[in-house]
């Protein structure tokens, strides 16, 4: 087994306000959230910070020596504060944007203060591409699942606690054996197996090393990268967003959404703007959208909707965008019946269960992990349920997605 060394709890300074890990992990941007740059990351939530821990593999060398081995410790250390700054996207101030946007927008600024520390992830470009072309007609505890498989069946492996052992996610490379494709089928990707594998197949054959990377948003580069201009904005989005989305879709099982989303959440393209039919639905209820010409969801729409929100937002309008989603699904929709208060809360992320959230106010709540079936799909999906307890009286509401 895998040897794995596991350091003490640290903690971040940083707000609920300015990062809520519930909704950001919970909203649909990530499938796979244990797991970062060859570590397992731990996390806790309180009010003021952001605990965390990483546990990761020990590096033996040839003799192993103690010295070696904290080094190697203190190494990966302290860089997991950088880590996770950089996948939290910790730099923008929250509540500046948050005003920004409000100031603009008079239905963000209705909905936007029960959904603070809403952020958008910076993940790995290459793993956004493949969750968000497993996410084609799919839901979230699907994609989680093909994620995980995907990460046992072809990823690295990470080591073992408690005799359950975790894996990093797959290179490129992995994915074009001959034989992937079939083996995918039956694990259960469908038709998206075919995608997986040939998206794989251009990246490494077809395209230079770094090409997904050449796409990405100068002014948000990857871990450790300096930030460098990335052009004026216009209203379709600036001249690199559109080149990267152009690009995106010449891949296998890439579409406008799959690129928009990639765009967002893997490349840093702040005013990309995913548009699925739940999208379409606010902008129809919210925004006016659904008459004269666009009564339904054409690329024309498509494009009309990104561009009416890149004007209201302006070049973070995909952010601004994912909390308005988030405000709409059902799993935070007591939130919005909700009054707005102050809140003492801790989270607790258990890298081989679930999160647990406790709220003490006038009542304790507790996140269990529980198989219902979303609303809108017949496909069975973990969700949160919450089981409350205010003073002598108890009662239970199940929350879906």
């Known amino acids: 087994m895998s040897q794995v060394q596991i350091t003490g709890w640290k903690k971040l300074p940083i707000s609920l306000r300015e990062l809520c890990i519930d909704t950001t992990l919970r909203c649909g941007q990530s499938f796979r959230s244990c797991a970062l740059h060859g570590r397992i990351i731990s996390l806790r939530q309180d009010t003021t910070h952001l605990h965390y821990r990483a546990i990761f593999p020990i590096v033996q060398e040839a003799p192993p020596t103690p010295p070696s081995s904290t080094a190697e410790t203190d190494a990966l250390e302290d860089n997991t504060v950088e880590l996770l700054q950089h996948y939290f996207n910790l730099t923008p101030c929250l509540a500046d944007l948050y005003e920004q946007w409000s100031a603009a927008d008079a239905n963000f600024k209705k909905k936007a203060p029960k959904f603070t520390g809403v952020r958008i992830l910076r993940q790995d470009a290459w793993e956004a591409l493949v969750g968000f072309i497993c996410s084609s007609n799919n839901n979230i505890a699907r994609i989680s699942q093909m994620v995980e498989k ?14 359950q052992p975790y894996y990093d996610f797959p290179q490129p490379s992995v994915l074009t054996d001959p034989k992937v494709e079939g083996h995918l089928r039956q694990l259960g990707f469908g038709y998206r197996a075919k995608y997986l594998h040939q998206t794989a197949m251009m990246v490494v054959g077809e395209r230079n090393p770094n090409w997904l990377e050449d796409l990405r948003n100068p002014e948000s580069p990857g871990l450790g990268g300096k930030p460098n201009f990335a052009g004026e904005m216009k209203p379709g989005g600036r001249d690199g967003y559109r080149d990267a989305h152009e690009k995106l879709l010449s891949l296998q099982g890439v579409g406008p959404k799959v690129a928009d989303c990639v765009c967002l959440m893997g490349l840093g393209w702040g005013e990309a703007v995913p548009v699925d039919t739940h999208v379409w639905q606010i902008a129809q209820r919210d925004y006016k959208f659904g008459k004269g010409k666009h009564k339904s969801l054409t690329k024309a729409t498509y494009d009309a909707i990104g561009n009416q929100f890149r004007n209201l937002w302006g070049k973070e309008a995909g952010w601004a965008h994912s909390v308005l989603f988030t405000a709409d699904l059902r799993a935070f929709s007591e939130k919005l019946d909700a009054k707005v208060e102050p809140v003492e809360a ?36 973990k969700v949160l349920e919450f089981h409350e307890t205010a003073r002598s009286k108890r009662a239970k509401r199940r929350q879906e997605i």
């Open 150 to 163: 995907l990460c046992i069946h072809y990823g690295p492996l990470i080591g073992y606690i408690d005799s």
């Open 346 to 381: 801790l989270m607790t992320g258990k890298v081989e269960d679930e999160m647990v959230l406790e709220t003490k106010t006038d009542l304790t709540t507790e996140l269990i992990a529980k198989s219902v079936k979303r609303e809108w799909e017949d496909d069975e999906k």
